[in-house]
């Protein structure tokens, strides 16, 4: 046992432990296992992991064998038996690293575990004393880092229960000289040498410690990954030099020579290697094999390994030896219990195993995808709608399709379906109503009203600066809240083709006792559910207007979410399936542009952090480059800053042909453009409050004046890594300009088609800015939400909704029994601004203070600008630049004007987030446009606000921008009006059009009032 657990959650508790002195092995069972590995699986781990080396590289198939000429007095134990089996003994080899999955492997302690088959004889470890295997277990330094359990115990606590390690490291300098020793280079798991550090038992009276060193041969094949261009690089080294040859591995033995240079029981003692000299006992061959085998890695997580589970003849030695009896064999019957493995040693090793050629297509169980459904509210009364993206890049709609006749904006529905796996999980056929028996159910709410303010999101340091997240209409008594704020309808069901009734609506739920649609249900021909949501239709049960951006009492909107399930059975037989989410969000104003860090890219980060999802071993350019710079790109269209720096000839136009056949080449002679793209992105530690890097969006602790990092957003870590990685030339040049991108889901691969649809609803998502968000918000970047990757977890509907009390803090948000496990129906929505009209108007971009704190450029930075476009190009402008017969300085700088996209709202910031409730619909849709042809210097296609709903009379000139400034005193009842008056007067933008306010949007912290 090496490891060093994350420290304990203060939230739940100090845990009471017994003392390290009088008993060690308890306290460090109660710490690795309860605290660790339990509050672990309280987080949603799933699979659960071991406590310690719980980062695996790899497992490995291999043999071991002993010369046929060993000497007599060597002949002990498993030795004599791999000697007098033909072709040694089976061994299975699990390779780690002591870190968590999602951290780098550079610098970790490496771990190897052998399991030994074939080995006969009662073994020490109690519940499995007749398997027939042995165990060994190494890692890549020869001694331990303390000597006995009790120091083992201390060192443990002050990490796990104090907090820091550091004040146990300050009185012990060899324990600190040793971890620092540790944290060594490995180029390679195959080219390490490995130590059992403590001492085992060779027979009755002798004792030896075990040594593993590569065996003078270079292992399979050294042209692998270099390592310090890929964060994960063992596993993919591992693997590409299995595949390329054999790995061979001497067993070694150094025997006790000397007893009281060579203790039992102080661990950070080395045995020196001049006194007594390892001898060779066996030989570790790994065969070549493909280490990624089907079922392979599974194997390997789910065997379990004790030193303890040996021959009598090999028994471990020392205090340290009798904690990891105790402790590894809890946490495996834990870790195992829990995954649903049986807790048995395997019998004979598990074969090398080729799968055959031939494909199981016997269904064994259901999934509905996309995981997560995102509709989209719209004013449209007619049956008109659009359909949610269900590829990455989806063929632009013409123009006009998101317009009803009428010129109300359509709702966007999104489609459901069910895939059927097999027992491999592999996808084997779309279920339909041509191949099977499909009944539906939806359950949908909005809670938002009966919820807490949003003033801040909860998981940031910063929370504890802001106004307290009390509940909204606290004076509605408590024993009707649910009855009278939350607009539920309960369940509709629906099956078969081409449905669409009235008792498919969900129009029963009510606030304030009003009938409240939230939207229905329908199927297509093929029997897929098609859910709508509401139609935007907001408004406040006494007739107040808003005044707030998030938290206006007394206002409900139809925004909702709830789970989506089926029941499926093909031929009379049930299929279990994997049930769904979907969330009814506010418009997509800008269809086409989706933010530079997604929702997809967000969540997952966090389980490639958790290591449920892999990390690429290998970096394209195409899928994982080229999205990011692509993104930032394209959000020229709906932001004027972003089109003078990033647009069609801008000065960063990374979108230019030539710029993209540079930035494609892995070679040395583009490194330095990589580079100065790649340091050009936000990095905390390094630009701290700086609103100069990549990206110019706002971030989760926005606020006028700046006070946090967290004033703008940060690319996610996967992605911010694979960048690095992409800088420093490790990736691959898979760029074709002339490749057709899938436009349908017909055109992705069938087995690729189940992930393509969970991605695609997530990317089109923001992850800008959770303040609180567009769609959905800082919870769903917690894992515990789910059961798996994007899969929500589901509140049993008889649990009643739990109480928090008056005010949810950040303790109780992101406690154990919090608000971020398993949800309910209207759960993922509630933490949404309240109407979401009122925030929506509030987004702009380039906020200035009205106190002589500013100015903010006018253009930057944004919020959420491929959701809310803060600038565009107008039809007027772009009828002006396709049209050939005008003077070609005409037409550039037509090209180059953008509006205000909401020039029509009101000036005054009250009126304007009011006025948005009702013309919402209004407001026009960023679409493709065919561009000119006759001149390189304009784009061959142009994204152009559609036509607005809107008299042209409000509407400010031409390239005029609209600033928003914040007011503080605003908000007095006395002075507000002269404040704001003056505020507009004053303020130094003689050629743009003021609208000032007292913003609570941009005003977070009470430090800053």
């Known amino acids: 046992m090496t490891g060093t657990p994350e420290p304990f959650d203060e939230t739940a508790g100090t845990p009471s432990l017994p003392g390290c002195a009088e008993d060690a092995i308890g306290a460090l069972k109660q710490m690795f296992v309860d605290l660790t590995q339990g509050a672990r699986m309280a987080r949603g781990q799933d699979p659960v992991k071991r406590p310690v080396f719980l980062k695996p590289h790899g497992i490995a198939r291999g043999t071991l064998t002993v010369a046929d000429d060993l000497p007599p007095e060597m002949r002990v134990g498993f030795l004599e038996n791999a000697r007098t089996q033909a072709g040694g003994l089976n061994a299975w080899v699990r390779f780690s690293s002591d870190t968590v999955p999602g951290l780098p492997d550079l610098k970790t302690t490496l771990g190897i575990g052998l399991k030994l088959f074939g080995v006969p004889g009662p073994k020490l470890l109690e519940g499995y004393t007749e398997a027939g295997t042995q165990d060994l277990l190494l890692q890549n330094h020869d001694v331990f880092f303390v000597d006995t359990a009790q120091d083992m115990c201390e060192f443990t606590k002050a990490g796990v229960i104090d907090g820091s390690y550091e004040k146990y490291l300050e009185t012990h300098p060899v324990t600190r000289e040793i971890l620092d020793a540790m944290a060594k280079f490995e180029p390679s798991v195959l080219t390490a040498t490995y130590w059992g550090v403590l001492p085992y038992a060779f027979g009755p009276e002798r004792f030896v410690k075990y040594k593993l060193v590569p065996a003078g041969c270079e292992p399979g094949d050294p042209a692998a990954t270099p390592p310090d261009e890929n964060p994960t690089y063992l596993g993919a080294d591992l693997a590409h030099r299995l595949a ?29 290697e001049s006194e007594s000299v390892p001898v060779k006992v066996a030989r ?3 065969q070549q094999q493909d280490i990624t085998a089907r079922g392979q890695a599974a194997y390997g997580e789910n065997l379990a390994l004790n030193p303890w589970h040996s021959l009598a003849e090999h028994r471990p030695i020392g205090s340290i030896a009798d904690v990891r009896r105790a402790v590894y064999l809890a946490s495996a019957e834990q870790r195992r219990d829990v995954n649903g493995v049986p807790t048995a040693e395997p019998g004979p090793a598990r074969p090398q195993i080729t799968p055959p050629a031939a494909r199981d297509t016997r269904i064994v169980r259901a999934a509905v995808h996309p995981a997560i459904g995102v509709a989209r509210v719209g004013d449209s009364m007619m049956d008109d709608f659009v359909l949610a993206p269900e590829v990455d890049e989806p063929s632009p709609l013409p123009a006009g399709s998101y317009k009803d006749v009428t010129g109300a904006l359509k709702r966007q529905a999104v489609r459901f379906r069910v895939y059927g796996y097999n027992a491999a999980g592999e996808p084997v056929a779309e279920l339909t109503a041509d191949n099977a028996d499909l009944r539906w159910t939806v359950h949908i709410a909005n809670s938002k009203a009966a919820w807490y303010q949003f003033q801040i999101a909860l998981d940031i340091p910063e929370a504890g600066q802001a106004d307290d997240s009390n509940l909204r209409n606290p004076t509605i008594p408590a024993a009707q809240r649910d009855h009278l704020l939350t607009i539920d309808p309960g369940p509709r069901s629906v099956r078969g083709r081409n449905r669409s009734a009235p008792e498919h609506r969900f129009d029963t739920g009510t606030f304030m006792g009003k009938p409240v649609y939230l939207g229905e249900l329908r199927t297509d021909d093929n029997g897929r559910l098609i859910f709508l949501g509401g139609r935007g239709a907001s408004a406040s049960a006494t007739s107040t207007p808003a005044d707030t951006f998030a938290n206006n009492d007394g206002w409900h909107d139809d925004v909702s979410d709830g789970p989506v399930t089926a029941e499926v059975s093909i031929g009379g037989r049930p299929i279990p399936v994997e049930p769904a989410w979907v969330v009814t969000a506010p418009p997509n104003y800008a269809p086409e542009l989706t933010s530079v860090r997604t929702m997809y890219d967000l969540v997952r980060d966090a389980f490639v952090a958790e290591g449920r999802l892999p990390e690429p071993q290998q970096v394209s350019f195409t899928r994982d480059i080229l999205p990011v710079l692509r993104r930032l790109c394209d959000l020229q269209w709906v932001n004027k800053g972003l089109a003078n720096q990033f647009g069609f000839g801008g000065r960063e136009d990374l979108l230019a042909p030539a710029r993209i056949a540079e930035l494609a080449d892995p070679s040395p002679v583009q490194r330095e453009l990589r580079r100065q793209i790649w340091l050009a992105v936000r990095n905390y530690d390094r630009d701290s409050m700086s609103p100069v890097p990549w990206p110019a969006v706002y971030g989760d602790a926005m606020n006028v004046p700046p006070q946090s990092v967290r004033q703008h957003v940060t690319l996610s870590a996967l992605q911010y890594r694979l960048l690095k990685r992409w800088a420093g030339g490790d990736f691959v040049n898979d760029y074709d300009p002339h490749a057709a991108l899938p436009a349908t889901l017909d055109d992705i691969p069938f087995p690729d088609q189940p992930a393509t649809l969970d991605r695609a609803a997530l990317s089109f998502c923001l992850a800008d800015a959770f303040h609180p968000g567009c769609e959905l918000t800082w919870p769903m970047r917690h894992t515990t939400l789910y059961t798996s990757p994007f899969r929500i977890r589901h509140r049993d509907p008889l649990t009643p909704t739990p109480s928090y009390g008056p005010k949810l803090t950040p303790e109780i948000a992101l406690s154990f029994d919090g608000p971020l496990y398993a949800q309910a129906p209207g759960d993922l929505t509630r933490w949404m601004a309240v109407p979401w009209q009122t925030d929506t108007a509030s987004c702009r971009a380039g906020y200035e203070y009205g106190s002589g704190l500013g100015p903010y450029d006018p253009f930057l930075p944004t919020f959420w600008p491929a959701r809310v476009p803060n600038h565009v190009l107008a039809e007027e402008d772009y009828d002006v630049v396709v049209d050939t017969s005008r003077p070609i300085a005409d037409r550039l700088t037509a090209f180059q004007t953008r509006r205000t996209w909401l020039r029509w709202l009101p000036r005054d910031y009250t009126a304007a987030i009011n006025a948005m409730v009702q013309d919402f619909g209004k407001l026009g849709v960023v679409e493709r446009r065919p561009g000119p042809t006759d001149d390189p210097r304009l784009p061959a296609e142009l994204l152009v ?65």
Do not use: C, Y
């Open 945 to 1009: 606000e559609s036509e607005v709903s809107f008299p042209p009379e409000p509407a400010p000139p031409a390239g005029r921008n609209l600033i928003t400034v914040h007011v503080d005193r605003g908000a007095d009842p006395v002075l507000g009006a002269a404040a704001l008056a003056t505020a507009v007067t004053v303020a130094d933008a003689p050629d743009e059009e003021v609208s000032a306010g007292f913003i609570d949007k941009v005003k977070r912290f009470r430090s800053s009032r």
């Open 284 to 286: 570790l061959t790994l």
């Open 244 to 272: 390329a040859g054999p790995a061979v591995f001497d067993l070694m033995l150094q025997f006790r020579t000397d007893d009281e240079t060579m203790p039992l029981d102080m661990a950070t003692v080395r045995w020196k």
